[in-house]
């Protein structure tokens, strides 16, 4: 049974006794990602967490995303990596402001280091806030970080079963972008077929087609970016 | 590997736990894991491991307890246990799932002296 303070007393050092504690083993990540989430809507900053495997465009689509919008939408960047500031130097050409984390051995970003990547990064009021996350389709769903949706992007050169072969972080994420359609002439990926496995695991996901490179579909993201934007301001 | 810093945060907790329970040593750790809380039984035992080693739960036992997944069905209302978040509504093969369990990651009770 559950023991309360004060009961030291009773118990002689060698006894042993059984505690129970039914505490979620994340409850301290979700304790930091409740703190970031709180500090960003005070400041009514729209933070988007962008996960894929490795490669999949993350960097890609950010940069030219950040350039479409530039003078329209005040954009900051939060790099989250094993190794190098490789990405965070080609934001910072863009001339978005930008905060590498560098997760060494971690597969994953958590709500601790956002929260400190936000003190350094101080994001301005009204912004929109990118979190790329370590690329890794398994290891980072776990982990909330406080934003306001989660964005995961496959590119059509891994194959269309991955939403039910990592369906994990599939079930979590609120749009599936769907990239490098420019090279679906040379691949056999079934794209319907894509999209009724990633409905299966969570028929709420949307699902944008497009090409970071070509440009192709990008400008149903940049909908999507505004739309949700406005959306979160009315929800202020 | 997040299956490491799980354990961490885990070891975490019963430093924590130690101050307010008075207790030295932590014996056995039994947790409650969900088929769907994106965790690798195994990569959790080899990472327990690691994360014990000089610490107040050196050697502690692991148990886990695997929970049993549940989803009701929006389109029918049916209830039933799942083992794979794609697996559709047995009635009326609907996708349209709500999950009632499966995502379980819980420190359940610590066996301590
Ligand atoms: N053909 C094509 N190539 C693309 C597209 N988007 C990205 N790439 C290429 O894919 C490679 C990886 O892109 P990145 O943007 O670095 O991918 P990432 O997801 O940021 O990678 P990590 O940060 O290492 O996980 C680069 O060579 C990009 O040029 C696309 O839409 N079409
Ligand atoms: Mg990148
Ligand atoms: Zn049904």
Same mark, same amino acid.
């Given at each position: ?94 001339? %978005? ?73 599939? %079930? ?25 496995? %990633? ?38 | ?35 769907? %809380? ?76």
């Amino acid at each position: 049974m559950a023991e309360g303070h004060g009961d030291h007393h009773h118990h002689h050092h060698g006894e042993e006794r059984l505690i129970r504690l039914e505490q979620d083993i994340l409850s301290k990540n979700n304790e930091y990602a409740a703190a970031n989430r709180r500090w960003l809507s005070e400041r009514n900053i729209l933070a988007l967490n962008l996960l894929s495997s490795p490669g999949s465009g993350k960097t890609t689509l950010l940069t030219r995303t950040i350039e479409a919008l530039r003078g329209k939408l005040p954009i900051t960047v939060i790099e989250g990596d094993q190794q190098t500031d490789n990405d965070a130097q080609k934001i910072r050409q863009t001339g %978005a402001a930008v905060q590498q984390i560098n997760t060494g051995k971690g597969c994953h970003l958590d709500g601790h280091m956002v929260g400190h990547a936000l003190e350094s990064l101080q994001p301005p009021s009204g912004s929109l806030l990118f979190i790329e996350n370590v690329g890794n389709l398994v290891c980072p769903a776990a982990f909330d970080l406080g934003e306001a949706y989660r964005v995961v992007i496959l590119s059509v050169t891994e194959g269309e079963d991955k939403p039910i072969k990592y369906p994990d972080i599939f %079930a979590s994420a609120d749009l599936l972008l769907l990239n490098k359609l420019d090279l679906l002439p040379h691949l056999q990926f079934d794209v319907e077929q894509c999209i009724d496995y %990633a409905r299966r695991v969570n028929p709420r996901i949307k699902v944008l087609q497009l090409s970071a490179t070509s440009g192709e579909g990008m400008d149903s993201w940049y909908q999507w970016l505004s739309a949700t934007r406005q959306l979160a301001e009315i929800g202020q | 590997m997040h299956e490491l810093s799980l354990c961490q945060s885990v070891i975490e907790t019963l430093q924590r736990e130690s101050l307010q329970h008075h207790y030295q040593r932590v014996k056995r750790v039994r947790l409650e894991i969900g088929p769907f %809380a994106t965790v690798d039984e195994e990569a959790l035992r080899f990472a327990f491991e690691v994360a014990r080693s000089e610490t107040l739960a050196e050697g502690a036992e692991l148990e886990i307890i695997r929970s049993e997944a549940r989803a009701r069905c929006r389109s029918c209302s049916n209830s039933f246990a799942i083992t794979e978040r794609f697996d559709p509504c047995p009635l009326c093969a609907s996708h349209e799932l709500e999950l009632l369990s499966g995502e379980e990651l819980r420190i359940v009770d610590l066996q301590v002296e």
